[in-house]
């Protein structure tokens, strides 16, 4: 038995919180794509393997590691590789989300309000001005660190649950089974599941015993899992194929097709501000992680202090990417996911995983070997699905 379970309840939602975001937005749409019985088989290996791999990261976290940070861990590990592949990981991460962000709040607001709908540039660059000033000033007051702002997303998520069923008819969920497609809701659902940052601050409120905090770590993904499901389900079996295919082709998040199908107020509303809160607040906690370490490095090799100047260098490649390409949210979640979080989450605690076996007994290290290569092999093969995809166009879904 766990000793105070009730000590569980905090960190567990925390997990849970993070996990709460905005993959949630994209999920539904390239889950459909594959079909419902495919694409749920896909999302539980997933939650599995990243489940697993936050154990490898906890496991290492022990009460004298006051600033734990994975490039450091993974240098610990494997050596200067080990921390460069993390760092570079850690940037495709910050970089891409940020566009992911931009494009996704614009494209959910043109496309559920008609008379803005040949707006989205000015829209997406009016909040970029906004989310500017908000982290180079230093104001957080929109973060999941902020009770009210928790409070609202998940207000907002259960008034779209109770309202997204209105039209939903458990025959679509079979209407496709397209196997080949499974592969595009993979990075999808790593994004979904990527909570990895935070597993310090879990540990920390647990005292650093790994038990529990493997036990709030499950307890929290089990209910995130549970969530992302649900919604899916509401959203695969209330959508045709035909308006998740097109749905997907632009770049759309699955609030938008559900809003004009059911023409619900309350689900318009909700969404919205679902949406808005939870990009706003993702935006301003890897924005600010972005900002910091542009600031460290402008200012260490370049002796660069002024922030509107490191903002800039930020925070300008994101609005141009996003600019020349307003339709990127899924396919820059997708690079996300099946690139930076993959690697750094799934590829490369395999490998530790793997170091790790060799110190344990026969029986046990049998288990690490398998654990550890299910998850390289898994991760490898997202990721190269994903480069080629994105770089190469191979693999692109033929409707």
Same mark, same amino acid.
């Given at each position: 038995?766990?000793?105070?379970?009730? &000590?569980?309840?905090?960190?567990?939602?925390?997990?849970?919180?993070?996990?709460?975001?905005?993959?949630?937005?994209?999920?539904?749409?390239?889950?459909?794509?594959?079909? =419902?019985?495919?694409?749920?088989?896909?999302?539980?290996?997933?939650?599995?393997?990243?489940?697993?791999?936050?154990?490898?990261?906890?496991?290492?976290?022990?009460?004298?590691?006051?600033?734990?940070?994975?490039?450091?861990?993974?240098?610990?590990?494997?050596?200067?590789?080990?921390?460069?592949?993390?760092?570079?990981?850690?940037?495709?991460?910050?970089?891409?989300?940020?566009? @992911?962000?931009?494009?996704?709040?614009? *494209?959910?607001?043109?496309?559920?309000?008609? #008379?803005?709908?040949?707006?989205?540039?000015?829209?997406?660059?009016?909040?970029?001005?906004?989310?500017?000033? +908000?982290?180079?000033?230093?104001?957080?007051?929109?973060?999941?660190?902020?009770?009210?702002?928790?409070?609202?997303?998940? $207000?907002?998520?259960?008034?779209?649950?109770?309202?997204?069923?209105?039209?939903?008819?458990?025959? &679509?969920?079979?209407?496709?089974?397209?196997?080949?497609?499974?592969?595009?809701?993979?990075?999808? %659902?790593?994004?979904?599941?990527?909570?990895?940052?935070?597993?310090?601050?879990?540990?920390?409120?647990?005292?650093? /015993?790994?038990?529990?905090?493997?036990? %709030?770590? =499950? #307890?929290?993904?089990?209910?995130?899992?549970?969530?992302?499901? +649900?919604?899916?389900?509401?959203?695969?079996?209330?959508?045709?194929? /035909?308006?998740?295919?097109?749905?997907?082709?632009?770049?759309?998040?699955? *609030?938008?097709?559900?809003?004009? $199908?059911?023409?619900?107020?309350? =689900?318009?509303?909700?969404? $919205?501000?679902? %949406?808005?809160?939870?990009?706003?607040?993702?935006?301003?906690?890897?924005? *600010?992680?972005?900002?910091?370490?542009?600031?460290?490095?402008?200012?260490?090799?370049?002796?660069?202090?002024?922030?509107?100047?490191?903002? @800039?260098?930020? =925070?300008?490649?994101?609005?141009?990417?996003? +600019?020349?390409?307003?339709?990127?949210?899924?396919?820059?979640?997708?690079?996300?996911?099946?690139?930076?979080?993959?690697?750094?989450?799934?590829?490369?605690?395999?490998?530790?995983?793997?170091?790790?076996?060799?110190?344990?007994?026969?029986?046990? %290290? *049998?288990? +690490?070997?398998?654990? @550890?290569?299910?998850?390289?092999?898994?991760?490898?093969?997202?990721?190269?699905?994903?480069?080629?995809?994105?770089?190469?166009?191979?693999?692109?879904?033929?409707?």
């Amino acid at each position: 038995m766990i000793k105070n379970f009730s &000590r569980l309840i905090g960190p567990a939602f925390l997990v849970l919180g993070n996990v709460l975001g905005v993959g949630i937005l994209a999920g539904p749409i390239t889950a459909g794509l594959s079909g =419902f019985i495919p694409s749920f088989l896909g999302i539980i290996l997933i939650w599995l393997l990243m489940m697993l791999s936050s154990f490898v990261i906890a496991y290492a976290i022990k009460p004298g590691n006051k600033h734990f940070d994975l490039p450091s861990f993974y240098s610990e590990k494997m050596g200067p590789i080990g921390k460069w592949i993390a760092i570079i990981c850690n940037l495709i991460i910050l970089y891409g989300v940020l566009v @992911a962000y931009l494009s996704g709040i614009s *494209t959910i607001i043109a496309h559920l309000f008609p #008379i803005l709908s040949s707006h989205q540039l000015i829209i997406m660059l009016t909040y970029f001005v906004i989310m500017f000033l +908000l982290i180079v000033t230093g104001n957080k007051a929109i973060s999941k660190n902020n009770i009210v702002v928790i409070t609202l997303i998940w $207000l907002c998520f259960f008034l779209m649950i109770s309202t997204a069923f209105s039209y939903f008819n458990i025959s &679509r969920l079979n209407e496709t089974e397209n196997w080949k497609y499974v592969p595009v809701i993979l990075p999808i %659902a790593i994004s979904s599941f990527h909570f990895h940052n935070i597993i310090p601050t879990v540990s920390k409120k647990l005292d650093y /015993d790994f038990k529990s905090t493997c036990w %709030a770590i =499950f #307890i929290g993904l089990f209910c995130g899992l549970i969530i992302n499901l +649900l919604w899916a389900i509401s959203v695969l079996g209330s959508l045709s194929y /035909d308006v998740i295919v097109q749905s997907y082709q632009h770049g759309v998040p699955a *609030t938008v097709p559900m809003s004009h $199908l059911l023409h619900n107020q309350i =689900f318009l509303y909700s969404g $919205l501000l679902f %949406a808005v809160l939870a990009v706003t607040a993702a935006f301003i906690a890897n924005g *600010t992680g972005l900002f910091g370490f542009i600031s460290d490095l402008s200012y260490n090799y370049f002796k660069i202090s002024n922030k509107y100047i490191i903002g @800039a260098i930020a =925070f300008v490649p994101p609005i141009v990417c996003a +600019l020349n390409y307003p339709k990127i949210f899924v396919e820059a979640l997708s690079f996300v996911g099946g690139i930076g979080e993959d690697l750094l989450f799934l590829t490369l605690p395999g490998l530790v995983l793997l170091q790790m076996s060799k110190h344990q007994s026969a029986s046990v %290290a *049998t288990w +690490l070997k398998f654990i @550890a290569w299910i998850m390289i092999i898994v991760s490898s093969y997202i990721c190269i699905y994903v480069f080629c995809q994105k770089f190469l166009g191979m693999f692109q879904p033929n409707f």
